[in-house]
């Protein structure tokens, strides 16, 4: 069992940043993977970014690509997501998700992690 509890959103307003925060806790090991998904009000779940396994490589949706840094500490079993030049469409309850036994073809997939934390509303004003 991991358990993950988001922290760090808000409201902010276009162009500013804002830095999430994931704490987790239970059974982490060097294959799980953490990732952040998003989802808006109507909308599908959609992968944001994702820290494969212990390998310190990372994964970005072209939405965020080159505005986001997803960074993923391991002593503390920590996982944070940086977002910069926000936009009204990041608005969204940000979720972090964990699995261990994920395959890479797989990973922008919300269907197949097992473990969510609660989410934290981030809402980016025009």
């Known amino acids: 069992q991991v358990q993950l509890a988001e922290s760090g959103g808000g409201l902010v307003q276009a162009g500013d940043s804002l830095s999430l925060s994931c704490s987790a806790s239970?059974?982490?090991?060097?294959?799980?993977?953490m990732a952040w998904f998003r989802q808006a009000p109507g909308k599908e779940r959609e992968f944001v970014a994702a820290s494969w396994r212990s390998t310190g490589y990372t994964y970005y949706a072209d939405s965020v690509k080159g505005r986001s840094t997803i960074a993923r500490d391991k002593a503390k079993n920590m996982l944070y997501l940086q977002m910069n030049s926000l936009k009204p469409e990041d608005t969204a309850v940000y979720y972090c998700?964990?699995?261990?036994?994920?395959?890479?073809?797989?990973?922008?997939?919300?269907?197949?992690?097992?473990?969510w934390g609660q989410g934290t509303q981030v809402t980016v004003s025009p």
């Open positions: 239970g059974r982490t090991t060097t294959s799980t993977t």
């Open positions: 998700a964990a699995d261990s036994h994920l395959i890479m073809s797989t990973m922008r997939d919300p269907d197949q992690y097992d473990y």
